[in-house]
């Protein structure tokens, strides 16, 4: 067990639809990022944020969106869903950040969440 | 070409074999780090690499930064060593953003 906990495990939903996935850090750990896997692009890195604040972008469609809350759980939004949005979306977290590369710090992943978009 | 490029894409050996996976990169880079992707989806990370070598168990990672070139060993692999495993770099330019290889299917037989 990671420490890491990603909500739903499994979400089918049709296209044009707006889902959110949650993810719970492990304990002490400040820095959220969030991944697709897709069977044609492989992983690719969205987003990430520390302690609150955006931190680092990638290629994450403007229909997607993420925050961190005070709590410092994180929501990924993906709206406008389109069938090439199905994918396994995972969360890791980090832990303190001692500089500016915080994945300098070994990753712990969730579960993450089979999205299916029909 | 990719930014990050593994080697080889499938591996196939017999329990009790030496194993490497090898992944190389063309940026400069802050950190690599090595995962394992078990067949039910979830991620391990395994190894952060900056410099040197590190082991873990049967896991050696190593990284050449001049050469820019990693390779993860397995020793004495066993059928449970059956995973992908997926380097990823972290760019020096990017902060926190990790570029992906595209994984090695490795599968050990009994």
């Known amino acids: 067990d990671s420490g890491v906990t990603q909500t739903p495990k499994h979400l089918i939903t049709a296209t044009g639809q707006r889902v959110t996935l949650r993810c719970s850090p492990r304990?002490?750990?400040?820095?959220v990022y969030w991944y697709q896997q897709s069977l044609d692009q492989g992983l690719q890195f969205l987003i990430q944020?520390?302690?609150?604040?955006?931190?680092a972008k990638g290629n994450i469609l403007e229909r997607f969106s993420a925050q961190q809350f005070p709590d410092l759980h994180s929501e990924l939004n993906l709206s406008s869903l389109e069938l090439g949005d199905s994918a396994l979306y995972f969360c890791?977290?980090?832990?303190?950040?001692?500089?500016?590369?915080?994945?300098?710090?070994?990753?712990?992943f969730g579960s993450g969440t089979q999205l299916s978009v029909l | 070409k990719n930014e990050v490029e593994q080697s080889p894409q499938n591996l196939t050996a017999q329990e009790g074999e030496f194993i490497t996976i090898n992944c190389s990169y063309s940026?400069?880079?802050?950190?690599l780090h090595w995962l394992q992707q078990h067949p039910g989806g979830g991620i391990v990370s395994l190894f952060m690499?900056?410099?040197g070598k590190k082991k873990h168990g049967r896991l050696i990672a190593t990284i050449n930064i001049q050469e820019k070139h990693s390779s993860l060993h397995i020793t004495a692999s066993h059928p449970r060593d059956s995973a992908v495993y997926i380097c990823?770099?972290?760019?020096?330019?990017?902060?926190?953003?990790?570029?992906f290889g595209e994984g090695t299917q490795l599968t050990v037989n009994p």
């Open positions: 890791a977290s980090s832990g303190p950040d001692r500089g500016t590369r915080a994945t300098n710090e070994k990753l712990f």
């Open positions: 304990s002490g750990d400040l820095s």
């Open positions: 944020y520390y302690n609150g604040e955006e931190r």
């Open positions: 940026v400069g880079i802050s950190a």
């Open positions: 690499l900056s410099s």
């Open positions: 990823a770099a972290c760019e020096e330019t990017s902060g926190s953003r990790l570029t």
